[in-house]
């Protein structure tokens, strides 16, 4: 019985109705990651465990709806036992000796983890082409990148080998690709989910966050990944509610809002066209449309560019060849034994970062960047607070245009960074927003975007499954597309 494609709720179905063994359901698994292993979309397998765990927990007593389910885990969380190098050269012989939480909650509702996912490198990039061990193909094209950084677990879910993933976004690493690879992917509020366990790229702007193919299975996810937890401090006390209660709730008189200083010429056409078209949906499942203001906005990703790169040099100071991973052989004292490890286990992505970063927090430039960085952050934080007051969620595209392809933008950093315009701001201001399939341009997927107020998962996850419930975009597989 073929397994691609299925979502959680199917699959729950057909263990519940014992139509399939979860045993059957892991090996038909990696039966699909060998047969699409030219993705290039795992760095690490977790065969023989997920074997193991997939006989153990037949008999056992747990029963939330991810017991017996197959996850593919971003290579950025820690898994006990299992190598995790989160896509560099520097921790490619990393094994961590504990899990992070994430990955605890989810192993511990019962969920099965196959393997480690590709991504760029300490998730820095927005088209996979960052990570040491190689860029994944996104499986709608055959030279496509399927965004990044969750790219290994964007193309991994699109290609209908895991109905879902885990994945992290710092300025849209979930919703950056899974618009370009056709599915739906969510980042929670800043705090809603532990970071402990997670390799920290920035800080204060990094979260994880649920991939799967519909706003169901991301709410089935959600549940079992948010937790509060003592071991972050920046975690959340307030209460979890249910993710999937009242997703099917009408949305008729919500207010959508539509950010004025988005602009819109900077788009491909199709794209406004197919903006425009789900509006028209939206409207007729009974929402309305309000123009908002968010006169900051066009500083969000020269702010994020300063405060991200400040986070990561800081982060990253700890791969110095003494405390984790890689060290460069035979140094002749302790400060080259720290050039030449960072030297060779760093990739150029991260290198510029490390650099941006050092300067920006640097004496005589903290005030000039960093400050004022944080100062435009506050700001943006505080237009959506007010727009917040006048609409229940913010849509727009989730990205400019469509899945392009490999090496066409290595040159020029800026217009990679440019990839994210649309979902910076939410992680600036730290609020909850997701992507969904809403379109084709030239046979190649792109997303919408809802942004939600600070804590107000249920509300997007309920806008994005009424939209799913009367559309079939999330349902497109790119079955025969791989070689086009
Ligand atoms: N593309 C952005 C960057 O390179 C965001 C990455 C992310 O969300 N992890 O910083």
Redesign the pocket.
Known sequence: MSIQYKTISELRSMLDAKKISSKEIVEETFNLIERNSDLNAFITLNKDAAIAKSIEIENSSVKSSLHGIPIAQKDLFCTKDLRTTCGSNILSNFIPPYSATVIENLENAGCISVGKTNM?E?????SNE?SFFGGVVNPWGDKLVPG???GGSASAVAAGIVPAATG???????R?PASLCGITGL?PTYGRISRWGMIA??SS??QAGPMARTAEDCAIMLNEMCSHDTKDTTSLSEDIPDFTKELNASIKGLKIGIVKEFDMSKLDDNVVSIFEESKKHYESLGAEFVEVSLPNISLSVPA??VV??AE?SSNLSRFDGVKFGQRSENPINLEELYIKTRSEGFGD?VKR?ILIGSYVLSAGFYDAYYKKAQQVRRLIKNDFDSAFKEVDVIMSPTTRGAAFKAGSKGSDPIQ??L??LF??PA?LAGLPAMSIPNGMVDNKPIGLQLIGNFLDEKRILQVAHSFQKSTDWHLKTPEGNKLS
């Open positions: 760029d300490f998730a820095m990039g927005s960052t990044g950084s969750s992290t976004d710092t300025g849209g690493s979930i950056q980042k790229f920035a702007l990094d994020y560019y991200a790169p990561c992505e970062r990679m960074y990839e994210d979902t910076i992680n």
